[in-house]
């Protein structure tokens, strides 16, 4: 991998005899986009990663102009098949295909793009500055293979279904997958089934009893992504989203911060389907330039249904846990309002931390304004962490300094509303570094629990170095930050629980690791 890197999308993850794959939106000139081709890593434990050249790189008139964002499929005999968007001559979005040049390459090095590219033209009514990022491919009970490709018409965001038979030669669908009014671009559009009970992931073309299918887009206007879970009718080729959930920006979210172009594809190793996201730089660009990359995946997290049925919960993928090292346990600890206390006998700035608080005191909520119920990032802009409350805010400070001039704040505070409690997650960054001129924004998502039954909830962050990773509640609500801190750095950076409100709780079990660094691209 050069000196210098910028790595968006997640592109084409897979599994494939014993290796995962993945390739990446990356520029090797530069730590800016620009220059975009198909960077490949692999691994054996989705942990530690190998970098080879890059699989997919402007070769041909139908992607001179760029490789963008797309996915693998794994054909029947053992296959593997990268559909991916080219930009041409004429700046149209066109679909391409590319097959491994040697199946018996463990690393499948190399890969060979037919000269029958594009399979997939944008063709009459369809926007060709606005048509990318095919999906992973299913098969129907028929004998047809189907994908979707992102689209807009005017402000209304489209996923255009298209059919094949022989993955060469592929007809566009008289209608979309699903289409929404004002939603703007939809990229990175990813459509997969979840079975409606237990955790097991499931092939992409799983259908039937027991199953619902999960989509979701990414909002080329907001710059953050949402999902619905709903029916799949096989036949018509139609998706009808429940009625559980906002069809819109103000949806179900995989992640409430830092989190876009993300990708999910199944494992067959471990009978799960895993879950990629990119978090971009919060930095100046001439930082990006500076420090010579820019951009992160994320870690990867498995990703099911909720025994509720109305969203999904996501995990960090269970290999992570190979690399806690030394521990610290804190056990019945109260803390009453206005308190904190430090988490000390480990370095805290590459850390895995899981917290479960009790919560008492609710009689003192705050009342919940039913306005508030759609814009929870608001909410937490407002009510942050120096904001005292009644119930909450109470949590983690991460990556703070000695005496908290430093800190990032992960917490939750608790509202009343009309007939139940309103549990809001948040992540406030807002006081993460002494650097000026740096992006900071609350992040903030809601949490589908009932605290008044449960009187407890918990939290897991990971953190590395500028990067804080937040999943609520065994994983119903997920928050991650970039963040800069300029005195919280390596030895100095500090970890605290605390609280602000009104109402005591209690730590009933704080587990905190080190962890070590994984061989991250040979590096």
């Not at 997640?10 to 599994?15: A, D, E, I, K």
């Not at 992409?204 to 992504?225: I, N």
Request: hydrophobic share 35%; aromatic share 12%; net charge neutral.
């Amino acid at each position: 991998m050069g000196s210098s890197t910028n790595a968006p999308d997640p592109n084409g993850p897979m599994y494939f005899n014993g290796v995962y794959h993945l390739f990446y939106q990356y520029n090797p000139n530069g730590s800016v986009w620009g220059n975009i081709v198909w960077a490949h890593s692999v691994s054996t434990d989705l942990v530690n990663w190998i970098a080879l050249d890059p699989a997919i790189r402007p070769s041909k008139p139908f992607d001179i102009n760029g490789c963008w964002s797309g996915s693998a499929t794994v054909l029947p005999g053992n296959r593997p098949v990268i559909f991916y968007t080219g930009i041409d001559p004429q700046q149209r979005q066109l679909q391409n295909v590319a097959f491994p040049k040697d199946l018996s390459d463990p690393y499948l090095r190399e890969w060979v793009k037919p000269d029958y590219n594009p399979v997939i033209a944008p063709g009459d009514g369809i926007n060709a500055s606005a048509f990318r990022d095919p999906t992973t491919a299913w098969r129907g009970p028929g004998t047809h293979w189907k994908l979707v490709v992102g689209s807009k018409w005017n402000r209304r965001g489209k996923a255009i279904l298209y059919r094949s038979r022989d993955f060469v030669h592929w007809v566009k669908a008289k209608h979309p997958l699903h289409t929404v009014k004002d939603t703007g671009m939809w990229e990175c559009p990813d459509f997969y089934p979840v079975a409606v009970k237990g955790r097991r992931g499931l092939d992409t073309s799983a259908y039937g009893d027991g199953v619902k299918h999960v989509l979701k887009v990414s909002l080329d206007l907001r710059r953050y992504e949402y999902y619905t879970l709903g029916k799949y009718y096989h036949y018509q080729d139609k998706y009808v989203p429940d009625s559980t959930s906002a069809d819109d920006h103000t949806g179900l979210r995989y992640d409430y911060g830092n989190f876009y172009a993300s990708k999910t594809f199944f494992d067959p190793k471990k009978q799960r389907r895993i879950l990629w996201g990119w978090a971009n730089e919060s930095d100046a660009k001439d930082v990006d330039i500076a420090k010579g990359w820019a951009g992160i995946q994320a870690i990867p997290r498995t990703i099911w249904l909720d025994s509720s049925g109305r969203q999904l919960v996501q995990w960090p993928i269970e290999e992570l846990e190979s690399l806690r090292g030394k521990h610290v346990v804190v056990e019945h600890k109260k803390v009453s309002g206005g308190n904190s206390f430090e988490v000390e006998g480990i370095n805290s700035s590459q850390a895995d931390v899981e917290v479960a608080f009790e919560v008492s005191g609710l009689e003192k909520a705050e009342a919940f304004d039913p306005s508030w119920a759609t814009d929870a990032e608001a909410l937490c802009g407002q009510k942050r962490a120096d904001v005292k409350g009644g119930v909450g805010p109470f949590g983690l400070l991460v990556l703070a300094s000695a005496n908290m001039e430093e800190k990032t704040a992960v917490f939750f505070r608790i509202f009343k509303a009309e007939h139940k409690h309103v549990v809001l997650m948040c992540h406030d960054p807002t006081r993460s570094s002494m650097r000026p001129n740096l992006y900071r924004p609350t992040f903030a998502g809601y949490v589908d629990v009932d605290i008044a039954k449960t009187g407890k909830i918990s939290l897991r962050s990971l953190i590395d170095h500028s990067v804080v990773e937040s999943f609520g509640a065994e994983g119903k609500t997920c928050i991650t930050s970039r963040v800069y801190p300029s005195l919280a750095i390596g030895k100095d950076a500090h970890l605290f629980v605390f609280n602000n409100g009104l109402a005591d709780v209690k730590v009933s079990e704080l587990k905190a690791w080190e962890i070590r660094r994984p061989l991250m691209n040979g590096a």
